[in-house]
């Protein structure tokens, strides 16, 4: 019999902390964090203004995937998939599309260069190996679209070994 109640009394036991410690820590009212009723938050001191819509970034989806061949001692030992998206400035989707061509081939050249020099091998989804790949992206994007170009996004990416 108490082996039925012991889980029950210790989930109401943890339960019963936990609200307690939620009222506990809770900030007050008055604090900054929430302002009073009816204040506007964008009049306190150090918060942030809404955005501008002019300077909100457009995010333009890349049509097709990349696939990229992962080459070792001359077989393909890999084939790497990417999804990729442009942060733009705002209204300027059309001239990524009608660059889209350019972005391509400039893309799949510096994603061949990753893969060459072993950045799809191993754990290729590392942070410091996606920095890397997404500067050297951008800065390829950047030869083509200027400073319109403020980041390039890697949405997927998958590798399926051999």
């Known amino acids: 019999m108490i082996r039925k109640l012991l889980p029950i009394l210790l989930a109401l036991i943890g ?15 008055d ?5 009073t009723p009816g204040e506007d938050p964008a009049a306190m001191d150090g918060a942030v203004a809404p955005a501008d819509p ?5 995010y333009v989806k890349m049509n097709n995937q990349f696939v990229v061949p992962v080459v070792k001692e001359g077989r393909v030992a ?27 081939d400039t893309f799949l050249q510096v994603l061949f ?22 500067t050297s992206l ?12 403020k980041d ?3 949405t997927d990416i998958a590798r399926q070994d051999s």
């Open 113 to 134: 260069d990753h893969a060459n020099v072993g950045g799809f091998s191993g754990s290729f989804t590392d942070g410091s190996n996606l920095v890397v790949l997404r």
């Open 31 to 35: 604090s900054p964090d929430h302002g």
């Open 138 to 149: 951008k800065e390829a994007a950047a030869t083509i679209l200027g400073a319109t170009v």
């Open 78 to 104: 890999a084939m790497v998939v990417l999804s990729l998206s442009l942060e733009v400035e705002t209204g300027m989707s059309e001239a990524v599309y009608e660059r889209e061509p350019k972005l391509r």
């Open 15 to 29: 339960l019963g902390a936990g609200v307690s410690g939620g009222l506990v820590f809770r900030p007050p009212h």
């Open 152 to 154: 390039v996004l890697i």
């Open 54 to 58: 002019e300077s909100i970034p457009t």
